[in-house]
């Protein structure tokens, strides 16, 4: 496994609460059951975190892996971060097509890749056909920095799709390219704080 994946991963946990951890990585799926039942959680957080990526470094993590852990602790913790809504339309004379999650994951990467060489996007699939999309930024000269990404969640076939506020503004305007190859167009952008988000019940 990578050097930078292990610390992505090891920065990940750590930012788990131990109340939290089993939940979090079962929900993860990478490590089996059998390989979680060798960790003694109670332990101090440290030797937990250093077995856990011991165990991850035996599977060969991949980047994709580390951050599909990223986006789960990040579903579990929405609440604390700051989201803006963006209401889309679609253009005069133009259907929706049937939604093909496949072929809008496969369409969004492609996009924003061509964009913007240095990107890494990942998706994750939640219930209620909602994908939550994970963007790490890089530019021509620098490589995607994984500590500060992007998130959007988006439910097909409506009108929203929500977006983490970044840290990297000038970035935000190039998801409007994906979102409009599903013939959708922006519309209205609203700063959401905790409570209206906890209200949508996302």
């Not at 986006?71 to 679609?90: A, G």
């Not at 409007?176 to 190859?181: A, E, T, Y």
């Not at 609203?190 to 209200?199: E, P, Q």
Request: aromatic share 12%.
């Amino acid at each position: 496994m990578d050097e930078t994946v292990a610390e992505f991963i090891k920065r990940t946990i750590l930012k788990i609460p131990m109340s939290q951890m089993t939940t979090i990585l079962k929900a993860w799926e990478f490590l089996s059951e059998n390989q979680l039942q060798t960790v003694n959680f109670r332990q101090r957080k440290e030797s937990v975190v250093q077995h856990l990526v011991e165990l991850c470094e035996e599977k060969h993590a991949s980047l994709n892996d580390a951050a599909l852990l990223d986006i789960i602790y990040t579903q579990v913790h929405r609440h604390q971060k700051m989201w803006d809504v963006f209401q889309m339309s679609k253009g005069p004379g133009e259907d929706v097509d049937p939604f093909d999650m496949k072929q809008f994951k496969s369409s969004f990467k492609k996009v924003l890749q061509r964009a913007l060489k240095n990107v890494t996007v990942s998706f994750r699939d939640t219930e209620e056909n909602a994908v939550w999309i994970r963007i790490a930024w890089g530019t021509q000269y620098t490589k995607p920095n994984q500590y500060k990404p992007t998130y959007v969640v988006y439910y097909s076939q409506t009108p929203y799709a929500f977006t983490s506020l970044s840290t990297l503004k000038s970035n935000i305007p190039l998801l409007g390219q994906p979102l409009r190859g599903k013939n959708v167009h922006f519309q209205q952008e609203i700063t959401l704080d905790i409570i209206v988000w906890r209200k949508l019940s996302f």
